[in-house]
């Protein structure tokens, strides 16, 4: 090897080591709250009646490509074909054949689930309610809430035609997020209005290029999404009249009835109506206290949406939406499974981290790995705490040995800086007598017990 190349090699190995754009590391701490957060949704998923399922990480492109509409094609990580692929070839063959991509991973975890469905139909009973809670990724640019691999918490009912999906879906929004303590807003449309719109502009062809362009309102304003209509080839006077549409205002009977009005001439519209009059109705009557509120510009970009469509934003933190979902009646049917309409709605974990975080909602336990830490003050002293520790961790209690006979003072300034809150001493003179010296961290007192006492003075 050349000296260049030597150094070269040198300088490679040397380099500082990251991760991909878009990815985090979590430490102990924050895995802990990550927990919390899952194992609070997962709870509250059960407590329904839906029972957990997992899928790959990876998916056949063909199961993926062309479910998530042109913007949601271009944001799909493609896999390369590896191992034997190229077995037989020459090198230049093998260099071609990698550019070759049959899988991707997974952009959500709807269409998964409903390749799943299809898959095993003969093993589900119908309505089939399921939960699934794993990671998706997407090439998007990294922003703040934005990232490029992040964890959804997915529940749907599918094989269910039944407005009742939808209520109880809204309860479980009230109930996830009452449990994490977030203030949030569901905002609630339906795309049969969305093409009952369309169709009033003239252009139910290009329904899709809408909603691509109002789901931005919020974003990048009227004036933005009517210069993207006119990108999009719809012309002046249709704009004019979905501009009153967006603007509608009073209680939500009243814009539901204004509604009724403009969409009159279009059959789809009218039903997507009536739709969100029963869901509304049956919020009412239910007295979920979740803030649900009609919002005309919500179209969620999804193709594979029919029905009602949700989104939910916290009310104290500026991020992007942090929980959304919707109806769709034939997501099956691309997988040779025809007419077996779902819902489902997906909770964004890591934004609801950000959101728990920057408002500070984390309980104080849930930040506290460990409960009870003991001193190890030498190979009888250490062996006694052992044994106790034993017991602690018998009795529920999370509990450490510091594993090194080091100075007190190094192991106290381990257990401040580890925010552990009690510490247990057992010197020559504790062992003697078969007693320790619990340490309360938090204010300073301690007391001398028996072994057998440690366990009660913690809890």
Known sequence: MSIVNYQLSIKIMAQKPSIPKGTRDFSPLETARRSYIFDTIAEVFRNYGFASIETPSMENLS?????????????????????????????????????????????????????????????????????????????????KGRYREFYQCDVDIIGSRSLMNEVELISIVERVFGKLGINVTLKLNNR?????????????????????????????????????????????????????????SGTTTEKLAQLETILAASETGLKGVEELRTVFSAVEALGIELEVELDLSLARGLNYYTGAIFEVKAKEFAIGSICGGGRY?????????????????????????????????????????????????????GLASLRCAKALRDAGISTEVYPDSAKMKKQMEYANRRQIPYVVIIGSNELAEGKATVKNMTNGEQVCVPFEEIASVIK
């Open 329 to 381: 009646d034939n997501l099956t049917g691309i997988f040779g499974m025809p007419d077996v309409s779902g819902v489902g709605i997906s909770f964004g974990a890591d934004r609801i981290y950000d959101v728990m975080v920057g408002l500070e909602l984390f309980p104080a336990d849930v930040t506290c790995l460990t409960k009870v830490l003991f001193i190890n003050l030498g190979e009888a002293e």
């Open 192 to 248: 049969k209005v969305l093409y009952g719109i369309a169709e009033v502009m003239g252009h139910a062809d290009k329904m899709i290029d809408i909603t691509v362009a109002i789901d931005k309102l919020e974003k990048i304003g009227l004036d933005n999404v009517k210069a993207e209509l006119a990108e999009r080839g719809i012309d002046a006077e249709a704009v004019a009249k979905l501009e009153p549409i967006l603007s509608l």
């Open 63 to 143: 199961t993926l490509m062309g479910k998530y509409g042109e913007e949601g094609d271009k944001l799909l990580f493609k896999i390369l074909n590896s191992g034997d692929f190229g077995s037989g070839l020459n090198d230049e063959e093998v260099r071609q054949a990698h550019r070759i991509c049959e899988k991707g991973l997974r952009y959500d975890l709807t269409v998964p689930f409903a390749r799943y469905v299809v898959q095993h139909q003969n093993e589900i009973t119908f309505p089939f309610k399921r939960y699934q809670i794993q990671p998706v990724w997407r090439a998007d640019r990294p922003q």
